[in-house]
């Protein structure tokens, strides 16, 4: 089965620094979607992005920015400039054709004013 | 409502006793999850259904667990003899029949207390 590792437990940053959550997946599926997902203190998860396996190609919305490798099965996130209003836990996700979606053990992010 | 429905949003319960969790997914979904996410912790998959497929119960922890789904409608997450552990948010999630977008709108869970 699929498997997504999220090294980092908790990062604390001061407000405007840039910040990146390491995302590692395992797959023996040519064919997977990544996910991020955001669960702010309030609990609801919030998605905010999806990439396919055949899609290398980095994506930045915003501060946000999505760095995908799948030379080294890597798919980081990247906050620049960070916000209070950032702080939540974030959820990696990898999901393969016909397969359910696991999720990665989320990295809790505190950004302090 | 337009987005997933869970009930009850909250419960406390005895060690011992069974309780039903239920999850409304949005409608025309097909594929519909059930996660567990302890306190502080990550989520954790229980069971999905898609369609008329056989669930993937591969994340059930025991046969304490178990989940029904009538169609492509309501789903039941059953847990028999709660214990203390058992004790977290239960979410529910579903995702529509394109599963190329991949996305899961997921709802706003049930928080289970085991005294």
């Known amino acids: 089965a699929q498997k997504v590792t999220q090294a980092q437990t908790e990062i604390s940053v001061v407000e405007k620094e840039d910040v990146t959550l390491d995302c590692v997946y395992e797959?023996?599926?040519?064919?997977?979607?990544l996910f991020w997902y955001k669960q702010p203190p309030s609990g609801e998860l919030v998605f905010l992005i999806r990439r396919n396996s055949f899609d290398e190609q980095n994506e930045i919305s915003g501060r946000y920015s999505w760095n995908f490798q799948k030379s080294t099965s890597s798919f980081n996130f990247t906050i620049t400039a960070s916000q209070v209003v950032d702080s939540a836990v974030y959820f990696c996700a990898l999901s393969e054709i016909n397969n359910d979606m696991r999720f990665g053990a989320g990295t809790r992010l505190t950004v302090k004013p | 409502g337009a987005g997933v429905s869970q009930s009850p949003s909250n419960k406390v319960t005895e060690k011992g006793k069974d309780v039903e969790l239920r999850c409304d997914p949005i409608s025309g979904h097909t594929a519909l999850y059930w996660y567990r996410q302890r306190l502080g912790q990550g989520l954790e998959f229980l069971i999905y259904f898609q369609g008329n497929s056989a669930p993937d119960k591969s994340g059930l922890p025991s046969d304490r667990f178990s989940a029904e789904r009538t169609g492509e409608s309501v789903s039941t997450l059953t847990i028999q003899r709660t214990q203390q552990e058992d004790s977290a948010v239960y979410l529910c999630?579903?995702?529509?029949?394109?599963?190329?977008?991949?996305?899961?709108?997921f709802g706003e869970g049930s928080r289970l207390t085991v005294l």
């Open positions: 999630a579903s995702s529509p029949p394109d599963r190329i977008t991949g996305e899961l709108f």
């Open positions: 797959t023996r599926d040519t064919t997977y979607y």
